[in-house]
């Protein structure tokens, strides 16, 4: 149904919109008397601090209806009393009675009271009366007017009073509050859901004998308009809490308006859904006795459809009511401080947290919570102080806290103190004792009120149950691993290296265990990969992703901060209490008896213990989760037989550990992952959950994705055996030292997870593993509801996809790739390219083959090329995203147009954009050369977060400009100042990165070189820090303020904040185009090129399709599509994704890595580590000089894609890219004939968001954001500041009151100066000075530029002198101020002063509360004190603090100085000593610091340790050359930069010609082998490997080269085997097409794969590891092979080792074939034919033409001469011949050189020769050939023509004539006999890519099928058609396809 704006309910699903991911940011604040005298002033004041923080709500598009506001007051008897007696009625006195609002709808009023009233009566209550509350609608918005409830307040008193008698006190609230439960939970029935359905509605505001709650869709100023009551004089409280909503919620209402019933909140909780559940899972251990077997009916306590304020709200109030707890206790039980890691904090109140820890975990995320019980009035905030909080108290006993200073008026002298809530602080007033209790006091009686100590006490660590266990366990020991069956040896080396079946299995390949796992045990660090995520989605991969991969972790952005975990670690823990909880309502010791964990990661030793534990009685389950491999495909059976037996052991266990370890040839494992999340939730629908911890033994999982993707889901524990019994492998195999023990092991790679955990955790906010657990922070892509419903319930899965079956049959094919009936290839891991590109595995979006079509296309214009192009992109795309499983859909052909009537391509380039990649991650020539390329086209660059040096923008040359149009704005503001902002077109907030969202980044020192620092205005060599969150972004609203700051600082720019898709953002873009941003960008999961963890990379963010379809529907339903205009980005590569974007709603596109490889990129993925070959990701001067990219080329680019996207608008009869916006009708879903992608749903994409609301304009832009410049005290000012701007008077006086609605003072002012006079500000002898008195808005003086100087009596709120630009600002208090307010002692300025200051000075007269010159790079600041994060980051400047720091202070501080007051500088000092202790416990990474303000940067300098190894002579362990011994230092990471290629293959040539010993010089080569090896970069997208280009074999050769880098010379072998079954021969006689594609070889000669692979096989055969290996098994089957050559040879080989018989027939007496009789011996050794004194001529050149020459001269031979009909190649290659194409160059090969040496007459070849005529002397014998020369020209269609050239012929003396021209085709009565096909060239004919031919049994492969090729593709032949063969033979086959890579037969339909 149409969405109906009129009535703009809100609405259930629809399209990708959700209602459930509403958040909301806000401002809030109370007041009170402290006395508790109550007074209608007070509601005054609350109605000016409510109209005065309007700027921190927000509106809907019309306008007018608010997001919601309201105040809770303690409630006005008297006046209600009145009220009642007017209503006929009695009021019992204060205390006995309860009253509160509620909402009704009219269509059931009447039944809703009585039903109401019914339900009082059966609680032993009665409705006394209700009354109509009076108010005035006429000032509400027309949204909010329409969805207007009834509001009906109702008073309830006891029905008989006597009945309460000689009861508790509090018995009436505790049943009033169950009346307000089940009233709740029994009269909010479906359809009187307040959703979309408002004439049934029922809602209760609040119900309680103290408070009451007056709430409504408001804006703040429309509250006390609409409430008759709170502006009635005689209406008098004591308390107010007043609450502003800035929803980014498309739908407000007036129930999810706050405050709630005990709450109101600012922030988000980020936490919810794991709180919910284990709320939920608690209430099968609560129990409470006053409540007996009433509690149950108050359950489930959080009630259905609450937002994340509403749901705390309610535990609140259920713990203050049945928790036995008072209010202030419930608050810090569940808001507890940092407490973790803070060594200095009281040992009480220490315990007290740790017992509260036991009974619940955190709600955590950003908050000010403000909370009252009528007694109680207090606030909140977060253990990280993520929420502004200022208040003060007067004279007059009154407090006043809001999130803002200069809400409230009173005068200086009235005002006592000015204070500012600090992290983890409560601030508290006690109305009825009439007095603010300290937070210590509080807390310390809080925590003394029980012997939390001693209950402490009885927690269980792992070391008391080792201690416990120590008669069984005599030692540390590790559990028995039992050899799997078949392996040959009993070691561990012979059961994992060398075939342990559990690895396959369980999808371990190499990459897992080198570059993942290797890294942690060795660095205690994940490692790191670059260039973004090409790889398929999981619900697309062909290679049996393990369930994790479908999970994407969730991140924070906009309405939340990510944390930095690592400069901001003191608020992260990974401490745990796990196991039985205790019954959290009536406390005891029993709630500390649980086990407390350190983290997550169990060693094998620990898993034992715990498995026979005894201790306080608790006993311990082992649950199976193998199964019957028989019953393999009925996996659903298998998870509910797991849950049953774990709800059967859970109520008599209390540790259940689900163990994969019977895994065997019988029994498959059920993924850990399903079997851990179906466990969880299956525990709690039966209330179980809380009495057990689940703990897995999985050897499934090994990374740290896997790991967070369980512990989200509710795992306690995880015991990863399968890392631990790696480790020692690679220990036993010399690839890890000897010094990593198995408890080095185990500490190492829990640290590396800790700290990945902590990541993770991180970017989305949680800074506790506790809250952490069972949140469920992510969402699935591509898995179907019976998969979430079942094991992961609740979380987002928007295209549904596999389901049990599929994810069944992979599991089975896993299984057979471990225990498959014949081992064949498969006992070596495969390795399926999850991460780097490999051939025959896992499909990229960067396959060499596109990039290396796309850099031809573009480089030289050709057409051709880029057509091709774009066949294999789509063909990749289709692989591997959402958008490939979309086709165009082109309506009736009649409605096609000509392209010339389409707009033309120079407009559609305007709408591209290229993206944030910044000066410092790539080079200046790259950087500047893709802005050249944007300014000529009229797109627009943009400078990435690393700013962009003046000249850039200030000297602009028209043909050659490189200014950035973009100019971003990101956490770390690097160089954002007043001309920087001024300067721009369009300013870019960087709030996420799409290719690590959540994430900070980090410029290593090497890559900080003077211009870069310059930029940045920091250090050389100093690597920089950007952390996660931008600090100034906490929430929605100071993104609004950012916005609001930067409009000003550039009025002209349009302001654009980037996003990254994820499930809700469309809903947060909501909440951004309500904070006026006028453009959004929607970033892919998969783009960027920045340096993360691979866990960053490949685990967080979704496909720009959901995201931005979300985001166009969201908006269009919200009618605020045509404020934005809305981008998208991510992997782009041709125009079909152009048309996809622009059809789901794009209005302009962005693009990063293709630009980069149109310009040379080759996707290395190396750009962490500064070795960027062809110079873009690198500043290395040496490799910027190889930097070969073009302006044109991009530019090419760009319009061949335009062009392209012209001619679908043609087909589709569409004039204009803006018609094809939003029109989804010309898409739809691609049949395919793979099940799992046609399992995929994408109507929710598909959606027409125009049809939800036709009345809402799509046209991103048409309607634009009014941000009231015209309101600003600059516009005031700037006309009285013209003459000093213009120069005409020097300096300019200007005085003024400011107050907090005046925000972002000074920008415009600053922007006018920047304007003319850039950075440089006001010239010398002028000035404006400006003197404020007041409380400033936010952001005061921001971006201040010099020659202004600003004067404040008064105070500030957050932001002041935010990127300081060369200004001046004072601040002080008040000069008539109380004469007991002692500046050095109160608050003056708010959060986040003097953040990303470049130049300027500040002197503040008082303290500033946290974050103080963050990121400072140049600004001087005197201030009196400062909070937590003082200087955090800061890279220069210098800070003088006369007072107190915080904690955490100069975290990441890399320059500049800070100069604190000793006393101070001390304490931090001590501080930072206990916390480092404490951390280390934690193993999380230490951060650089010292404390004196010089810090010592951290420079990491991995890349240039050079690692100490053995040369290969070593390894071969030739005693001659042990003597010789020389331990070298190789650096492989810069290889290719130091070592030159070794050129000399080949012995002398004056030796070699005179005999017939093979030609190469082993020992020469071999020495210098390793060298050579160290120059592959093992390339992420390794061009030598591949098929297209490559090595026809797929030869794994960055693999194999980093293996005799690494001396792992058998492993060498093992890999090349893999893929070669005769390397002898490729490594001898192969021409290397894997050379001629090295990425070396684009500037520097190729690596010299060839040698190694000869060396790899010889010295295997040396060692005697080539035997004989028949297979285990024969099948029964036989093959006849025809031919022996290495097509031949290669076929039988595998078929052999498939187990089948192989007979191979040869014609000639020798088998070998073209290796036999093609080769010359001193090639390929073998007798020789004599053939003496004559002279030859070789008619043919190449190769076989260069043996030719050899042969012959060896065979002594007169003279010999070569022809080549062509003309002599290059030196370098020509336009038609570009890299990786087989190079085509002059070379100078033995034959060649021998001859040369030989006759001193040069080289024997003669170009451009063509023979004519054989001469015979008299006898018929050849003496001579007639031959000419000849010329090569172009025809008029651009074909080569040859001619002859006159007068040239020549007679060439001749006995002996070789044919140097190859193979002539297959013999034709083998093809005939068996009635074969033959092509025009006689070759046999076969399917495309099969070896079958139609005749059954009879199959073709190699030169008779292909015709003439070289070796290795005959080899590659060979294997291919064994596979097939092997397949047909018997129906599945393990044999590998290319690339080494084994795809058993698939069960499922065509994948
Ligand atoms: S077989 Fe040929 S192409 Fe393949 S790696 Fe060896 S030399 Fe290179
Ligand atoms: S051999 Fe060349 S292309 Fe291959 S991985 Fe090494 S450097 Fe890259």
Known sequence: MPFDPLRPKCPEKVGLYDPKHEKDACGVGFIVHIDGTQSHDLLFDAEQLSNRMEHRGACSADNDSGDGAGVLVAIPHEFFANKVSQLGETLPAFGQYATGILFLGSGNLDSSKKEFEDLAESLNLKVLCWRRIPKKNDCLGEIARNTEPIMEQVFVVPKDPSNFEGEEEGMFGIQVFILRKTASHKLNREERDWKGHNDKRFYVASLSPSTIVYKGQFNPCQLFKY?????????????????????????????????NRMLAHNGEINTLRGNINLMKAREGVMANMKFGKKLSELYPVVESEMSDSGSLDNVLEFLVMAGNRSLPEAIMTLVPEAWQNDPLMDNNKKNFYRFGSCCFEPWDGPALLTFSDGRYVGAILDRNGLRPSRFYVTKSNIMVMASEVGVYDAEPSDIVQKGRLMPGRMLLVDTKEKKIIQDEVMKQEIALSRPHDQWWSKHVNLGDLRKANIAQFSTDRRPIIKPLEGSEEDSIVARIWQGDRRMPMFGYNLETIQMLMIPMFQTKKEALGSMGNDAPLAC?????????????????????????????????????????????????????????????????????????????????????????????????????????????????????????????????????????????????????????????????????????????????????????????MLREENVISADITDEVAYANYAAAVDRGISKVMAKMGISTMQSYKAAQIFEAVGLADDVINRCFKGTASRIGGVNFRILAQESLIRHKLAFGHNECDARILRDPGFLHYRSGGEKHINDPNSVALLQEATKHENQAAYQKYVDAAVESIRDCTIRGQFELNFPDPDKAIPVDDVEPASEIVKRFATGAMSFGSISYEAHSTLAVAMNKMGGKSNTGEGGENSDRYLNQDPEYNMRSAIKQVASGRFGVTASYLSHADELQIKMAQGAKPGEGGELPGFKVTIDIAKTRHSVPGVGLISP??????????????????????????????????????????????????????????????????????????????????????????????????????????????????????????????????????????????????????????????????????????????????????????????????????????????????????????????????????????????????????????????????????????????????????????????????????????????????????????????KGVNVTLE??????????????????????????????????????????????????????????????????????????????????????????????????????????????????????????????????????????????????????????????????????EMQAKKQEVILDKTRGFVKYKRETKMYREAEDRLKDWNEIYDFKHVRRGLKKQAARCMDCGVPFCHSTSHGCPLGNIIPKFNDLVFQDNWKEALNQLLQTNNFPEFTGRVCPAPCEGACVLGINEPAVTIKNIECSIIDNAFEQGWIKPNPPAKRSGKTVAVIGSGPAGLAAADQLNKAGHLVTVYERNNRIGGLLQYGIPTMKLSKEVVQRHGKDVVVIGGGDTGCDCIGTSLRQ????????????????????????????????????????????????????????????????????????????????NAGRWVKSQVEGSETIYKCQLALLAMGFLGPEDYVIESFGLEQDARSNIVTKPGRFSTPKDGVFAAGDCRRGQSLVVWAITEGRQAAREIDEYLVGDSLLPGLGGVIHPRVTQKGC
């Open 227 to 259: 409430f008759e009551d709170l502006v009635n004089p005689e209406f008098k409280t004591h308390i107010c809490i007043v609450h502003t909503r800035f929803s980014t919620n498309t739908f407000p209402s007036w129930e999810r308006a706050h405050p």
């Open 540 to 728: 697309l991969s062909k290679l049996q992703p393990l369930i994790y991969e479908y999970f994407k972790q969730l991140f924070a952005q906009v309405t939340n901060p990510p944390i930095d975990p690592f400069r901001e670690r003191i608020v992260m823990s990974l401490e745990c209490p796990i196991g039985p909880e205790g019954n959290v309502l009536e406390p005891d010791e029993k709630t500390c008896k649980r086990l407390w964990l350190k983290n997550p990661i169990l060693s094998l030793g620990d898993l034992e213990v715990i498995k026979n534990t005894t201790v306080l009685g608790w006993k311990t389950k082992v649950i199976d989760i193998t199964y019957d491999v028989n019953g393999a495909l009925d996996l659903e059976s298998a998870i509910e037989e797991v849950c049953k037996q774990a709800e059967n052991a859970a109520k008599d266990h209390q540790f259940l550990i689900l163990s994969d370890r019977n895994l065997s040839e019988n029994r498959i494992p059920i993924s850990a992952g399903l079997a851990s999340g179906a466990v969880h939730h299956h525990l709690i629908n039966t209330r179980l959950r809380s009495k057990c911890a689940i703990i897995l033994e999985t050897g499934e999982i090994r990374e740290v994705h896997q790991i967070c993707v369980v512990v989200g889901f509710g795992v306690d524990a995880i015991c990863p055996y399968m890392v631990f019994e790696i480790a020692q």
């Open 1028 to 1345: 996660p969150p931008h600090h100034d972004i906490y929430s929605i609203e100071d993104l609004a303020q950012l916005i609001y700051d930067l409009k000003c600082a550039n009025p002209s720019a349009r302001i654009s904040v980037k996003l990254v898709s994820e499930v809700g953002v469309g809903v947060v873009a909501s909440g951004v185009a309500k904070g006026k941003s006028e453009h959004i960008l929607i970033s892919g999961h998969d783009g960027g090129t920045g340096a993360s963890s691979w866990t960053g990379i490949k685990g967080a963010g979704l496909p720009w399709e959901l995201g931005l379809s979300e985001t166009h529907q969201v908006l269009t339903l919200n009618n605020l599509r045509s404020r934005v205009v809305l981008q998208a980005d991510g992997q782009m590569r041709t125009g079909f994704d152009v048309m996809v974007a622009a059809i789901l709603g794009a209005d302009e596109v962005g693009f990063s890595t293709a630009p980069l490889i149109a310009m040379g990129c080759t996707m290395m993925r190396k750009c962490h580590l500064n070795t960027c070959p062809v110079g873009i990701a690198t500043q290395d001067p040496e490799l910027r000089k190889k930097f070969e990219g073009k302006p044109e080329h991009v530019v090419n680019f760009f319009f061949m894609m335009a062009e392209e996207v012209r001619t679908y608008l043609s087909k589709m009869g569409i004039r204009k890219f803006q018609d094809l916006i939003g029109r989804t009708d010309l898409l739809r879903q691609r049949p395919s004939d793979c099940e799992k992608a046609s399992l995929l749903n994408f109507n929710a994409i598909l959606m027409d968001a125009s049809k939800i609301r036709p009345d809402a304009s799509i046209v991103g832009g048409s309607v634009e954001q009014d941000f009231e410049l015209e309101k600003r005290l600059d516009s005031e000012i700037i006309p009285l500041c013209q003459d000093a701007i213009d120069g005409k008077e020097g300096v300019i006086l200007v005085e003024r009151e400011i107050n907090n609605n005046q925000r972002s003072f000074g920008a415009t002012l600053s922007h006018e100066i920047a304007k003319r006079y850039t950075n440089d500000g006001l010239p010398n002898g002028t000035g404006v000075d400006i003197k404020l008195k007041g409380s400033a808005g936010q952001s005061f003086c921001v971006f201040l530029i």
């Open 1354 to 1519: 008064g105070d500030a709120n957050d932001y002041v002198a935010k990127g300081l630009s060369g200004g001046e600002v004072v601040i002080f208090p008040p000069k008539n101020s109380h004469e007991a307010f002692k500046s050095e002692e109160n608050i003056i300025v708010g959060n986040v002063c003097l953040y990303g200051a470049t130049s300027g000075r500040a002197f503040i007269r008082g303290v500033g509360a946290e974050r103080f010159c963050v990121r400072n790079s140049g600004a001087l600041a005197v201030i009196e004190g400062v909070g937590d994060h003082g200087c955090e980051y800061m890279t220069g400047g210098r800070v003088i603090i006369l007072g107190r720091t915080g904690r955490n202070f100069a975290a990441g501080m890399s320059g500049g100085i800070a100069y604190v007051f000793p006393r101070e500088y001390q304490r931090a000092l001590l501080e930072q000593k206990a916390a480092s202790e404490q951390m280390s416990n934690n193993s999380i990474e230490e951060p650089p610091k010292e404390m004196n303000g010089r810090i010592t940067p951290e420079i990491r300098v991995t890349n240039d340790k050079e690692s100490p190894v053995a040369d290969i002579e070593d390894s071969v362990k030739d005693k």
């Open 1756 to 1835: 002594g031979a007169n003279s010999i001469t070569s022809f080549e009909i062509l003309p002599t190649p290059p030196d370098m290659r020509a336009k038609d011949n570009p890299w990786p194409q087989y190079p085509k160059l002059f070379k100078v090969d033995y034959g060649h050189e021998e001859v040369s040496v030989k006759w001193g007459k040069g080289d024997p070849r003669r170009y451009n020769t063509e023979s004519l005529e054989f001469l015979k002397d008299k006898d018929g014998n050849l003496e001579g050939i007639r031959a000419v020369q000849v010329e090569w020209t172009k025809d």
